[in-house]
């Protein structure tokens, strides 16, 4: 299995601190010629194919930094803005498939990684045989440099960095290549390391089935067979989203003619993706424990293309594409999956939010905010019936009755603890106005 490391470094001196700047501001100036020379040849207008972007001449600039960054570093920088160039086009074609609805918005190149005068960002890679790193009490990780930097600080060549916290993984059988960055929010190094462990994932406890309604105010609406129901709200995180970005709006139209960015600006950006990475991480962990602990071994997910047809709007586009980031999701939830041997299965869920679970209708009901009523007297909460309809229609087992929804809230740290009669502050039990009008408790909401 594929997992990552995610880990804070610092120095213990301020020369090796200096060392590793250097390093990064390298990496990052070495992008940024690599990226203008692929743009400038993305962008003639003398008839020339996307494929010349790849005609840049990336040979002289790995000789121009080889003996700051190492021949190895510099080798992997160019590589990954080739993947960033390729991913671009990737991107590109599905745009202009008009079968393919999951890209909306057009695609734009590789971006610099700032620049001289204003700052570059400090963010760099290690080829996986260039670095080592030592978990024990005295975790520490250590990356060579090049014969420049070395003859510069008078180093040994191999820079010792001292590693914060526990890994997540300690035990694997092979690293990846290593990212390294300065994150100015926290004014603090952070690492990333790509690892293969031992499939050692956890058994399913039973067979059980759940399906999530994926929307654009509450982030999760789960049901499962064994009738729990989970609701993972959003509006106060997607409003913080909206708060940050219009910040960034109004900082951009300041800047001067010529100027696209700013130290500032920059730090919001990353401000606002933490931020949403944050708490989506927390969402999966603690989603699929619950699961885990209900028995639950499969679970259903709609596609980005049913969430678009049923929700479009301006407002809920910016919630899916920007903050939501679904695709990313989806990834991240199928990874914590994979450890607890629970598998996630994409399926259609098109209309689970218009239909009445009473009659069938999809063209008579209404939904307003949450709530979905239906003329022949449903009423409940239109993205639990949503997700409660969507694990009807895909699974064969008997879906039992619906226990009292449990809604949880985000407090920048964690959503809310295990299912209790006794409800914490951030724990509360849906409104009991929209449980199903015919006695049963509602369900559904995205």
Known sequence: MKRTNTFAVRSLSDTGEQLLRDLLDASA?????VNYQRLMRYNDEDGFEDEDVWNADT????????GVLGASTAQQVIRKNSEAWRGFFDTKKAYHDESNTSVTEHPEPPGF?????????L???IRNDAYTVEWGERSRLEILVGSELKDRYDHTGRLRLEIAGDPNWPDYEKQGRLDLWYDETDSIFRASQPVTVTDARETPLADEKAALDIGANN???CTTTTGDQYLY????????FRETTREIARLQSKLQDGQYSSERIRRLYR???????H???????DLIERLYEDGVDTVYIGGLTDVLDTHWSVETNAKTHNFWAFKQFTERLTCTAEEYGISVEVRSEAWTSQECPQCGSTDRTKRHQDTLTCPCGFEGHADLTASETFLKRHTEQAVRSMARPVRFQWDDHNWSGTPHPHESPKEQRTNPSTVHRDGNVASGES
């Open 59 to 66: 040979g002289s600039l790995e000789g121009k930094y080889k």
């Open 271 to 277: 401000k606002r993706t933490r931020r949403r990475d």
């Open 123 to 125: 963010k760099g890679v």
């Open 219 to 221: 982030l999760v609406a």
């Open 29 to 33: 100036a070495l992008w940024n010629e």
């Open 279 to 285: 708490a989506q991480e927390a969402l999966c962990r």
């Open 113 to 121: 990684r700032g620049n001289k005068d204003d700052g570059r960002v």
């Open 233 to 240: 709200e959003g509006r106060d995180l997607f409003n913080r």
